[in-house]
């Protein structure tokens, strides 16, 4: 089962509707994605890194890709 179906399914269990969760669940995954990047990066990012790391997985990159653009700054 990938994250978005569980996530998906305990939130219907928390006795959301499936409304809520589709609004939500793009989001919960930037999240998460964006604690991907900090674990893979082994520190605490600062606030400049964490709102470019939010713009770029908005826009679509992936997490490797984020991490990539952070090592080269």
């Known amino acids: 089962m990938d994250i978005e179906a569980l996530l998906g399914a ?3 269990e928390a006795g959301y509707g499936q409304d809520a969760i589709g609004s939500a669940m ?3 995954l930037r999240i ?5 990047v900090r674990i893979e990066m082994g520190r605490d990012l600062s606030r400049k890194e964490r ?4 713009l770029q997985l ?6 490797r890709e984020v991490v990539a653009g952070l090592k080269s700054r």
């Open 10 to 12: 305990a939130l219907r």
């Open 26 to 28: 793009p989001r919960i």
């Open 58 to 63: 908005e826009l679509g990159l992936s997490v």
């Open 32 to 36: 998460l994605e964006a604690e991907d």
């Open 51 to 54: 709102e470019y790391v939010r």
